[in-house]
């Protein structure tokens, strides 16, 4: 036990929030002199603390700690090779298509002529300090020749063909899907237990019964009540009952502060130095990444009527972000790992390429895009979109078993239409058409850029408050189930595909409250 707290307290110490909270306990300490001469001194610092509001500040620490660690389960010692990725036929597959990827990037290097990274030239520079809301009209190369690294449909072909060595799956097609690995997933009655909240007509959320008297206080409204908790949730600054009151959805004037509440964003003046600092890397230098970032806010963001507003911002942060180191040590845990690079007159230090480890792929600024309208501040906005990519938007793109990885969800969604959507199933099979090919550019986009913002918030908060990215496979399901007559009419993928092509009529509680309530177990 004492080694496990030491462990926990050494990653504490490399937390954002860990300087401040020490500090706190500090002055709290300082301002109760007289529990130096106590007898029972540690029984009475423990009840100082428990009374004041440095106990939820550690009980902030600790959670976020053990969220963004999840090496911290293992005994001490453990491989981290096995920690990233216990099955060996699974690591070997994220590996090749980690090869696959910087070998495209460096073809693309060669065949364009740009190098992976380079120093800006002066006037350039000078030009993105005098002019930075024309940098991005200011490219030397046209964007237009630079293409994704690669699009979900690609990835799809990679992932249906990753294989255990070890089992053999039918060859049925019509039972079997695209994905045809023994991993564990959920079956409806455990998911229910999962998403009790969500799945009671019991319990009123915000989304559906906005305007209803709240129970047990008649003379407010269900979004009155809402917003009365969540102010008091705010003044406590408590993070696991933040992830509760989420499950029931979150007033929209405190969704900011409370989605940083959550993820552990706590900006202090440090972090605006680092922002700083991270804005005169992108003027010193230029990546290749970054015009594929460019190339990718343009072509999805810049060309949807719901974020194309943000283009500028966009661009800005993640160009910041693809300089930021933060992001590849919270991803060291995680499967996959980041192509290195050697720089120039350091030829035997290897670099992390881009230095935040992830390479933009197409779609990569929509899981950015939608946070837009949530926080306005740089700062926190760069820190909450970290959070959130490096605890779940990256396992939407990695070869990975762990149950919220893309494999397993792939895996869920499929046996949930297999056995609640049977016939919808079995005319998709006859068709010779695979459901989860329909789908499967919404889980890896997570839904962003596919549902109206109004729709996407409270299906994100879901992720945050049940710490969990099943509800996206759950919610693909139910769209599909949804759309079932005029899917059951159609008779060929391009049909099936229009008939699924606009998703913006989709309302996303009541639908997953409805699926839950009328499939039977």
Known sequence: MNR???????????????????????????????????????????????????????????????LSRPDLLYPPGY????????????????????????????????????????LRPPAQQQKMVERPEEASQDEPVELERFRPVYAPKDFLEVLTRVENPNYAASSSDFLYGMVRLPLSVPDLAELRQQFEELGSSRLQHLSMSADLPAA??????????????????????????????????VPQSQRGELWCQM?????????????????????????????????????????????????????ATLLRFLRHTAPLKALTP???????????????????????????????????????????????????????YSRYFVLLHTLSSRPDGIVSLSLLLERLLREHELTLWLHCRRCRVQPLRL????????????????????LWELVLAYDSLRPLALLAAAVLAYRRASLLAATSQQTMEAVLADLSSIRVLPLLRAVLGRWTA
């Open 439 to 458: 789908v499967f550019r919404w889980l890896v986009r997570a839904f962003s850029g596919y549902l109206r913002v109004s729709q996407l918030l409270p």
């Open 263 to 315: 993820l552990g964003v706590r900006p202090d003046a440090r972090h605006t130095a680092q922002l700083e600092e991270l804005d005169r890397a992108v003027l010193q230098h230029q990546l290749l990444a970054d015009r594929l970032v460019a190339r990718d806010v343009q072509l999805t963001a810049g060309n949807d009527d719901q974020y194309f507003v943000f283009s500028e911002l966009l661009r």
């Open 79 to 118: 491989p981290l090779e096995a920690i990233q990725e216990p099955l060996d036929y699974m690591r070997r597959a994220q590996r090749a298509w980690e090869r696959r990827l910087y070998k495209s990037l460096n073809a693309m290097s060669a065949e364009l002529g740009v190098p992976l990274a380079r």
């Open 216 to 249: 047990g206080k008649p003379h407010l409204s269900v979004a009155q009540y809402r917003e009365m908790l969540g102010a008091r949730l705010l003044e406590l600054d408590d993070a696991p009952a933040a992830r509760e009151f989420a499950k029931l959805g």
């Open 334 to 388: 995680l499967p996959g790992r980041p192509a290195r690079a050697t720089a120039a007159g350091s030829p035997d230090t290897p670099l992390a390429y881009p230095p935040c480890g992830v390479v933009p792929f197409h779609g990569f600024s929509m899981y950015l895009a939608p946070l837009c309208f949530v926080l306005s501040d740089p700062t926190r906005l760069l820190m909450a979109f970290e959070r959130l």
């Open 4 to 66: 496990d707290v030491a462990r926990l307290m050494e990653h504490m110490r490399k937390e954002d929030g860990y300087a401040s909270v020490m500090q706190s306990l500090e002055r709290l300490v300082a301002s109760h002199p007289e529990l130096c001469d106590a007898d029972d001194y540690r029984e009475q610092l423990l009840a100082l603390v428990r009374s004041s509001r440095c106990q939820r500040r550690l009980q902030n620490l600790v959670q976020q700690t053990v």
